[in-house]
């Protein structure tokens, strides 16, 4: 072997020396993100924030003096798409310390996986059978390496829908309100069906039979005449605001007078601003305790965060955006936790979520909601913010005038503190 040989064959020894202590020293996460499937209206500026977040993170000194290795995919939100990821992000080659998921479908296709594996996931998903760790509740799948941060979609059914008789018996209503659940058939909107409906039971309201109405925008007049027929009085979009403000508009055109309840990926500025005047008056839950440049401390750290993909700071920021800087936030201190405690790996970041109670990320107070896990219950919160939608006049422009005018409001009317009930656990 020639000087020469050598000097090439020890300078591949050290490449692959440096890139292998490049690799150990960064940290693995997973992270699914629909910027062109069918939730990609919400998606969107939540998997921004997440890459945002992390971005800042890293240049922040990252976690435990590493720097986190972001893998962003796109998947439009497809569940195969979705199991072809995980199944390389759970190999031992390659293995993540941690996942920042998204949809109800794909994460609920992978509860098992992720229990079998020891990767945690925070996912966009609030399926409350995500919520119960050793599935003890009998509804679901044990769920011990799923998180999220905010009320479960069933939980935050059920405080609209207590607002919603509060509602009847303040406008002096007789008789017996009724609620309809409308959604496409599918796992998302249907997540918290069977909790609403037994709620609304329970609250005295006669349940109508579900409006079917696909997850994709569309023309929706057929199901806005069966609402108006019905005499529905309180109605439940389950789906994201795409498709639901084709109803909002549809029903608008057709004379229905109706109270909407959204869903949490329902409704935000950016749907009012689409949906107009049709959208005034929408009561649906945030997950933050402060929209865009709200009053809180926190809110500078979101406003820094916002930089990374917004120099300009100039970039109206909707609640999904914010609600996802505290899901990233909560993930990196669990990380934090796990990277002193024995090393980032995913059983340790699991461990990472049980450590503190009513727990806010620092440098976020006012901003994310206090939370708190344990091994037996997954349902960070049981509080639920309740704001109505205000359209005061034509919606053209830029979101951040509407915004600062006035035009586009988010107005708070209640908050709902639910009882942590074991048997409402996974449902």
């Not at 921004?48 to 590493?66: E, L, P, R, S």
């Not at 935050?156 to 009724?178: H, N, T, V």
């Not at 034509?394 to 639910?418: F, P, R």
Request: proline share 5%.
């Amino acid at each position: 072997m020639t000087i020469k040989s050598l000097l090439s064959t020890a300078s591949l020894a050290f490449v692959i020396a440096a890139f292998s202590a490049g690799a150990q020293a960064q940290i693995a996460i997973g992270h699914l993100a629909d910027y062109s499937g069918g939730t990609s209206d919400v998606g969107t500026p939540y998997g921004q924030a997440v890459a945002d977040t992390f971005a800042w993170v890293n240049k922040n000194g990252g976690v435990g003096g590493k720097q986190l290795n972001v893998d962003t995919n796109d998947y439009g939100y497809q569940v195969p798409r979705a199991i072809a990821l995980y199944k390389k992000w759970s190999a031992p080659d390659g293995k993540v310390a941690a996942i920042m998921g998204w949809g109800t479908a794909d994460t609920e296709a992978l509860t098992g996986f992720l229990a079998q594996d020891k990767i945690p996931d925070l996912s966009g998903s609030y399926a409350a059978a995500l919520t119960d760790p050793e599935g003890v509740s009998g509804k679901a799948k044990p769920a011990p390496y799923n998180f999220f941060y905010g009320p479960s979609y069933s939980d935050s059914l059920r405080a609209m829908l207590i607002w919603a008789a509060e509602d009847w018996k303040a406008k002096g209503k007789s008789g017996k309100p009724k609620f309809v659940h409308m959604g496409a058939n599918h796992p998302y909107p249907n997540a918290p069906k069977a909790a609403g409906e037994a709620m609304a039971q329970e609250l005295g309201f006669e349940v109508l039979p579900p409006l079917v109405f696909a997850l994709t925008p569309g023309d929706y007049s057929a199901q806005c005449l069966s609402l108006k027929s019905s005499g529905a009085n309180y109605a439940y979009l389950g789906n994201t605001a795409a498709s639901n403000i084709s109803v909002m508009k549809a029903c608008k055109t057709a004379g229905v007078e109706i109270q909407f309840l959204g869903n949490v990926w329902g409704m935000d500025e950016n749907a009012a601003k689409t949906a107009g005047d049709a959208a005034n008056g929408v009561i649906f839950p945030l997950r933050t305790a402060v929209s865009w440049g709200g009053d809180a401390p926190g809110m500078k750290t979101v406003m820094e965060i916002s930089k990374i993909s917004d120099p300009s700071g100039k970039v109206y920021r909707p609640v999904h955006y914010i609600a996802a800087v505290c899901s990233a936030l909560y993930m990196k201190e669990a990380l934090d936790w796990a990277a002193k405690n024995g090393g980032a790996t995913g059983e340790n970041v699991a461990k990472g979520f049980y450590q503190k109670k009513d727990w806010v990320p620092a440098g976020m107070e006012g901003v994310c909601n206090p939370s708190t896990w344990t091994d037996k219950d997954h349902r960070g919160t049981l509080k639920v913010d309740l704001y109505r939608t205000k359209v005061s006049g034509a919606t053209d422009g830029d979101l951040n005038d509407l915004m600062a005018k006035g035009t586009i409001k988010l107005e708070k009317v209640k908050t709902v503190e639910l009882p942590r009930k074991a048997e409402l656990l996974g449902w």
